[in-house]
């Protein structure tokens, strides 16, 4: 049983430039929540999608954006990229309420802004 | 506002000794509190949760945390550090919104 999968895996993107990034949730999982994570420091919540809608967000700008299809799947959209934007991309899935029944991180995508 | 602090960012135990990793959380709310653990470039993997059942939660690898309300606090702990225990591990806190907020972590780093 396959669990998060996140691509790419690594990225390398210029100042200004945009960049999508897709997560596959685990298999029975319906909610999807992205986190990004800087060097050095403990995961951000950027914001949770569930039925194809962005059920909260956190403290990022609107050059976030996100998108959740009817398979559960999720991409997560950066605009106009700065370098303060380089950091591993988390992506969670879970079932019903992730609090309580758990959930699943993938591996990430790093994110380089040059 | 939910959040949590984790004393020490680097913590360095001998291999077979008892490690320690400390966590103090603030929550308006009964909170759910976790300890996930991270290896290098890999995602992170739940350790324990405390839901608000038994106070003294065991998780996997031999980890135990003890939730202790009057001191706000859910520190980690393990009797016996193994060389493959080397890893960040995050507090994190987690009110009714279904939202994790984690700590800024802790390197912990077994000495042979």
């Known amino acids: 049983d396959a669990g998060v999968t996140q691509s790419p895996t690594h990225l390398i993107k210029t100042r200004g430039q945009q960049v999508t990034l897709r997560c596959s949730p685990k298999s029975g999982h319906d909610t999807v929540s992205w986190y990004q994570q800087a060097l050095g420091q403990g995961p951000q919540f950027i914001f949770q999608y569930y039925e194809e809608e962005e059920r909260q967000r956190g403290n990022f700008p609107d050059r976030f954006s996100g998108h959740q299809f009817p398979n559960y799947s999720s991409e997560l959209n950066v605009n106009a990229l700065l370098l303060g934007d380089s950091a591993l991309y988390l992506c969670?899935?879970?079932?019903?309420?992730?609090?309580?029944?758990?959930?699943?991180f993938g591996s990430g995508t790093r994110l380089t802004v040059v | 506002a939910q959040s949590v602090t984790q004393l020490g960012s680097h913590v360095s135990v001998s291999e077979g000794a008892l490690v320690l990793l400390r966590c103090n959380y603030s929550?308006?709310?009964?909170?759910?509190l976790f300890w996930y653990v991270q290896y290098p470039n890999q995602g992170l993997q739940l350790l324990l949760k405390y839901t608000s059942a038994a106070t003294l939660v065991k998780g996997i690898n031999g980890f135990e945390a003890e939730f202790k309300k009057s001191e706000t606090s859910f520190h980690l702990t393990k009797p016996s550090a193994h060389m493959s225990d080397a890893a960040e591990y995050f507090c994190?806190?987690?009110?009714?919104?279904?939202?994790?907020?984690f700590g800024k972590g802790t390197r912990l780093h077994i000495l042979p």
């Open positions: 929550s308006s709310v009964p909170p759910y």
């Open positions: 969670a899935s879970s079932s019903a309420t992730g609090v309580n029944y758990g959930y699943t």
């Open positions: 994190a806190v987690s009110e009714l919104d279904d939202k994790i907020i």
